[in-house]
């Protein structure tokens, strides 16, 4: 146990749907992230969010929107994606940037249909 | 631009053997170098992390890596690889001043009985 929660662990959409990503982390750290994993490519960078303010927005397409509503909670909001999409979502925080560790949630694995 | 290299994709070692992965890096400034591990169906755990000092860093579970700078190589080792150590282990650089990590495409490590 990181100290960070996401859920739900798994999802299946279609390309129509609707659906939230919710990451919660217990730590009291700062800053909170939001990365993609697919297979055989590096870990990119999606959001971040530092008290609650976003610092970085890695050209994500708009059909991923972020929230933040306070130090201990993200949301990764998803409508209209397309197949590509599907990969494993991690949430990570930190106690402040680079040079810090992060910790980071089991994910979720996302299948767009 | 700053990049991480991981040029092993797959790693196989007998249990007992000695292990050592590579990371080549390449960013103009002083670099936070990581190594994370990711187990199945999990996320990202910090196994050591290097900004100053001594060049050789401990870590977590019997690993270590060694900065070069004039190799720009961050290299992990372990003496004697455990059973429990197969998983995916990632290198990255933290981008000094950003909340930016630019991670590796990692190296699977399978450990044979």
């Known amino acids: 146990e990181t100290g960070v929660t996401q859920t739900p662990r798994h999802l299946v959409m279609g390309m129509t749907n609707k659906k939230s990503l919710k990451c919660e982390q217990h730590?009291?750290?700062?800053?909170m992230y939001w990365y993609k994993q697919s297979a055989k490519k590096p870990l990119e960078l999606m959001f971040v969010?530092?008290?609650?303010?976003?610092?970085e927005n890695n050209s994500v397409p708009s059909r991923f929107s972020p929230e933040c509503p306070n130090s201990s909670h993200l949301f990764l909001h998803l409508h209209t994606l397309q197949p590509e999409d599907s990969a494993l979502y991690l949430c990570?925080?930190?106690?402040?940037?680079?040079?810090?560790?992060?910790?980071f949630g089991s994910g979720t694995q996302l299948s767009v249909l | 631009a700053q990049s991480v290299t991981q040029p092993d994709i797959h790693i196989t070692v007998s249990e007992g053997a000695s292990l050592e992965l590579r990371c080549n890096y390449s960013?103009?400034?002083?670099?936070?170098l990581f190594w994370y591990v990711q187990s199945p169906g999990q996320g990202l755990q910090l196994l050591l992390k290097?900004?100053?000092?001594?060049?050789l860093v401990q870590g977590i579970k019997g690993f270590e890596a060694e900065f070069k700078r004039s190799q720009s190589s961050f290299n992990l080792r372990k003496p004697s690889v455990h059973w429990s150590d197969a998983a995916e282990y990632f290198c990255?650089?933290?981008?000094?001043?950003?909340?930016?990590?630019?991670f590796g495409t990692g190296t699977r490590l399978k450990v044979l009985a």
């Open positions: 990570a925080s930190s106690q402040g940037g680079v040079g810090e560790k992060l910790f």
């Open positions: 730590l009291g750290h700062n800053a």
């Open positions: 969010y530092s008290l609650e303010e976003r610092v």
């Open positions: 960013y103009g400034a002083t670099p936070y």
């Open positions: 290097y900004f100053s000092g001594d060049t």
């Open positions: 990255a650089v933290g981008l000094s001043g950003t909340y930016k990590y630019i």
